[in-house]
């Protein structure tokens, strides 16, 4: 099936470190979502974006939605060990409600 | 603290044999979803549902694979009969408007 570009596929950093990943599509979508999973357990969200342009945070999390709508971006700042996990972008166009996911990027922090 | 719950969590099978999934979405959610993670494909969306009618399960098996919701906090995901390609974690993920959607912890299958 269709899946979204995500960039990095992998990445190591040092603790405290800043992180950014991206992601991209061929197609304009309406809404982006940034989940976070863990080994053994299901995405979890952690942020939602509805507007081109629009900027998020969750406490250390920022992610913003690209103005041309077909990229979005998800920054980490100063990372922890536990932000370890697998980070996935999911993006939806308008008259559906089906959501395509990104491909992930897999972060390790290293202590 | 409202959650997808999904049952079983683990389940080991022969070829051959029917496989059920569960899944009860978050109270008040009227989108339930089902997607199949493997590292190969990563996560693909097999069926959803509206207010309980399918709306897309294009993404389904169709001679094998079957999705319903027999009522709102029910979805049930059938395997019959189940091969080793089939070994994969199942999500389902409910959505109030179809916008944010919450994964359960997952079902993870095995088919020997």
């Known amino acids: 099936g269709q899946q979204l570009n995500q960039s990095p596929q992998s990445m190591f950093i040092q603790e405290g470190e800043d992180v950014s990943m991206n992601c991209t599509s061929s197609?304009?979508?309406?809404?982006w979502l940034w989940y976070k999973q863990d080994p053994g357990e299901g995405p979890v969200l952690l942020i939602a974006?509805?507007?081109?342009?629009e900027l998020t945070s969750n406490g250390r999390l920022t992610a913003q939605f690209g103005i041309t709508r077909k990229d979005s971006f998800l920054n980490i700042s100063a990372s922890i060990p536990s932000d370890v996990g697998i980070y996935f972008c999911?993006?939806?166009?308008?008259?559906?409600?089906?959501?395509?996911f990104g491909t992930g990027t897999r972060l390790k922090v290293l202590a | 603290d409202a959650r997808v719950t999904q049952t079983p969590r683990h389940k080991v099978t022969e070829m051959g044999q029917e496989v059920t999934m569960r899944c009860q979405p978050i109270?008040?959610?009227?989108?339930v979803f089902w997607y199949r993670q493997t590292m190969m494909q990563g996560l693909e969306l097999l069926a959803y549902?509206?207010?309980?009618?399918?709306?897309?399960d294009s993404g389904m098996p169709k001679d094998r694979f079957s999705a319903e919701m027999p009522d709102a906090t029910l979805a049930t995901l059938k395997i019959q009969p189940s091969e080793p390609r089939d070994s994969a974690v199942y999500f389902c993920?409910?959505?109030?408007?179809?916008?944010?959607?919450?994964f359960g912890p997952g079902t993870r299958l095995t088919v020997t």
């Open positions: 974006l509805y507007k081109a342009g």
């Open positions: 993920a409910s959505a109030q408007t179809g916008d944010e959607q919450y």
């Open positions: 197609s304009i979508f309406n809404t």
């Open positions: 549902f509206r207010n309980r009618a399918p709306l897309d």
């Open positions: 109270l008040g959610h009227n989108t």
């Open positions: 999911a993006g939806r166009a308008s008259g559906t409600y089906k959501y395509i």
